[in-house]
Structure formats: C-alpha cells, structure tokens
C-alpha cells in the first residue's frame, strides 16, 4: 500500500465535525474572514471547506501534523499560492471584508497589507540597512533620505535588533546570526507597514534563546499588527497565541480561545493530538 493511500485510508476512518469544533467565528472585529476556502493542487484536495475569522490585534495559532494544511492554508491569506501553477484555490477570503481573490486587487499591495515571515530566515544579500529599507522603496513609502532612515531604524527597534546592529548598518545582513537574520526579516517585513503578519514556523530553525527573543517579539508586535504563526511546537503555541486552530488532513477540525484548546478541546481528534497521541 502506497502512503497515499495510506492517508486516503487514514481519512476515512476519522470522524471529522460536520462543522468546526469549537469557536472559530469571533463577535465584533474581525480582520480576515474565511468562508468555504478550498484548495486543490492539481487533483489533491489539501485544504477542505475551511471557515475561520481572525481578529485584529491577536496572535492565531495554526497547529496540527505534518502535511496537514496549516501553511497551506496561510499561504492564501496573502495569495503567496498563486505562484504555484498547480495549485487551485476557491471559496471566500476577506481582509477587512474585501475579497481578496477578486481580479481587481493587486497583488502586491495585498502582500505589503499582509507580510510574511518564512521558516527559514532569507535576508537580501545586502547590507542590513538596505533589507530594510527595499520595501519601503519599491512601494514608494518615503519621499526622502531622512524618511528612509527613520522608517528602518523604527522597523530595527520594533523588531528588537536596533540596538544590536546600529553601529554596523552597512553590513551584510547575510552575515547575522541565525536568530538576528529572522528578527532582520520581520524588520523588513513591518518596514512596509503592514497590517496583517504571517509567520511559517518562524522559530524551527533557531535554538531556545533566539527562539525566546521572537516570541517576546511576537507578543510585542500584536499590540500594532495582527499576526498568524504555524507552529509545530504546541508549547509555543500556547505561549504565544489567544485562539489556535487545530487542523488535521486539511480539515479544520477545531478553533477557540488558545488556553481552551488545551486545557479542555471539544474533539477527540484534537485532544489526541495534544495529549501526543499522535503527531
């Protein structure tokens, strides 16, 4: 039996919710909607029929196995799947109720208006300096020397990094340690002024203490940006995040507040996930 098989059989074995588990709608603001949201690559189903909001100004956490959709799914909320020829995306998705798939909406300022932030750090081969300040230029952001050099500096200290690279801004950001060049990326990523950041395990490749610094970040930057991180660490996720969404097979299994999600979850599936049953 081949493993897709495997997982096809997997699937229909397990009882997923005839709707989401839990709360995944939240009362008063919301900052980005989804409704039905499906996406296919090729043949493969990977994201079934998911509906979520996510409100301003909190961390949401995606959790769940390997393969099951989380980045996936992150990835349509800044329409970064589009690059992908394969890949078929239908349904709903609203940033402050405006249709994000509609054909008048351009592209690239949809992704200044929702940054992302990757599982491993990618600055610019140049200076630290000029990874910050690329965004604010191609968008036309500044008008002036002094308006760039206040905009990355602004975006260095929100990130945390300020203090550790001022005297060496000419630098090669390439040339930071791993846990700087990932607090350079969101730098860079904030520098457009944007009002939604994703983050694909922003944390998997660094070690427990640059690990730390991005989470303090993380819960820093909230006050001023709505951020939505996968993770494959539930402890992170439980540190960091007010609601998680647990998905499993590309189903969007449940979604509430974080602490019930893993003190008291709705569904055995999720439960069993957290508890390590499987994983």
């Given at each position: 039996m081949t493993m897709t098989d495997q997982q096809t059989q997997a699937e229909q074995?397990?009882?997923?919710?005839e709707n989401t588990a839990g709360s995944p709608y939240v009362d008063g603001g919301v900052k980005v909607a989804a409704r039905n949201s499906n996406v296919y690559y090729a043949q493969?189903?990977?994201i079934k029929d998911v509906s979520l909001d996510i409100a301003p100004n909190e961390v949401t956490a995606f959790i769940g196995p390997s393969g099951c959709?989380?980045?996936?799914f992150l990835r349509c909320l800044n329409r970064m799947n589009d690059t992908i020829d394969i890949c078929r995306v239908t349904g709903d998705i609203r940033l402050d109720g405006e249709d994000i798939y509609d054909r008048k909406v351009d592209v690239v300022q949809l992704r200044a208006r929702v940054g992302m932030v990757f599982q491993k750090p990618n600055p610019f081969p140049k200076s630290i300096f000029e990874n910050v300040a690329y965004?604010?230029?191609?968008?036309?952001l500044v008008s002036h020397k002094d308006e760039?050099?206040?905009v990355v500096t602004t975006s260095l200290e929100r990130a945390g990094l300020l203090n550790e690279v001022q005297d060496r801004l000419e630098s090669p950001?390439?040339?930071?340690?791993?846990?700087q060049q990932q607090r350079l990326c969101i730098a860079r990523a904030i520098a457009v002024s944007p009002e939604v950041i994703l983050m694909d395990e922003p944390c998997s490749a660094l070690d427990p203490i640059a690990t730390a610094k991005i989470e303090e970040l993380i819960d820093e930057l909230r006050q001023n940006y709505t951020i939505v991180i996968v993770t494959h660490s539930m402890q992170q996720a439980a540190r960091v995040s007010q609601r998680?969404?647990?998905f499993h097979l590309g189903n969007l299994v449940e979604m509430g507040d974080t602490e019930t999600i893993f003190t008291n979850p709705e569904h055995k599936l999720t439960q069993g996930y957290i508890t390590g049953r499987f994983g």
């Open positions: 074995s397990v009882q997923y919710p493969k189903h990977a959709g989380k980045s996936t965004g604010p230029r191609i968008h036309g760039l050099e206040e950001g390439t040339g930071l340690s791993g846990g998680t969404a647990f």
